[in-house]
T-cell receptor, first 114, second 116 residues
Framework: SAVISQKPSRDICQRGTSLTIQCQVD?????MFWYRQQPGQSLTLIAT?????????ESGFVIDKFPISRPNLTFSTLTVSNMSPEDSSIYLC???????????FGPGTRLLVL | AQTVTQSQPEMSVQEAETVTLSCTYD???????LFWYKQPPSRQMILVIR??????QNATENRFSVNFQKAAKSFSLKISDSQLGDTAMYFC?????????????FGKGTKLTVNP
């Protein structure tokens, strides 16, 4: 499986600010996804990051709040904008090769908003 | 939309014993994929095992095996010879594909504690 890294691994932010999370893969992958895991909860898909085009967002998530970029096949960013304490979560990126059926996850970014 | 249900919020097992985690799902699809992921306190999501619905044979990975009952829409995970390192949250997941997009739909998880 691909090696996936995320930066930062954790951060504490003030409300009203924005944070950009990076996801880097060591090989070209077809699909990249961003998930949110709220405290004590399961994972929920935020969006699919599409290379060279706008991300595809799930119901309840909007581009103004969670802008996503994917400039190439190995890198993506997720920005959490105008943060509030409710945004405190773990944010995880995952990847999947089109020839494989499994999504593999990065180590996650733990975000605390004060 | 597909749903995944894990009815056991918490379980515990003694080291070296066997434990089974339950998962049921709801779908109208005939061909799909099911997964078990493990999330230790480090929070990394780690794939444990995968099952393809069109395969009747239950998947096995070392000490981990599944009991896949397609008609009953059941996908339980059996951990044999439990080890302390198996302590983690375990999530059952269904791969949902709709209109060219896809996502993993997760259950709420089962917190497994392996006791020495």
């Amino acid at each position: 499986s691909a090696v996936i890294s995320q930066k930062p691994s954790r951060d504490i932010c003030q409300r009203g600010t924005s944070l950009t999370i990076q996801c880097q893969v060591d090989s070209q992958v077809t699909m990249m996804f961003w998930y949110r895991q709220q405290p004590g909860q399961s994972l929920t898909l935020i969006a699919t990051a599409n290379q060279g085009s706008e991300a595809t967002y799930e119901s309840g998530f909007v581009i103004d709040k969670f802008p996503i970029s994917r400039p190439n096949l190995t890198f993506s960013t997720l920005t959490v904008s105008n943060m509030s304490p409710e945004d405190s979560s773990i944010y995880l990126c995952s990847v999947r090769q089109i020839t494989k059926e499994t999504q593999y996850f990065g180590p996650g970014t733990r975000l605390l908003v004060l | 939309a597909q749903t995944v249900t894990q009815s056991q919020p918490e379980m515990s097992v003694q080291e070296a014993e066997t434990v089974t985690l339950s998962c049921t799902y709801d779908t109208s699809e005939n061909n799909y994929y099911l997964f078990w992921y493990k999330q230790p306190p480090s929070r990394q999501m780690i794939l444990v095992i995968r099952q393809e619905a069109y395969k009747q044979q239950n998947a096995t990975e070392n000490r981990f095996s599944v009991n896949f009952q397609k008609a009953a829409k059941s996908f339980s995970l059996k951990i044999s010879d439990s080890q302390l390192g198996d302590t983690a949250m375990y999530f059952c997941a269904f791969r949902e594909v709709q209109g060219g997009s896809e996502k993993l739909v997760f259950g709420k998880g089962t917190k497994l504690t392996v006791n020495p």
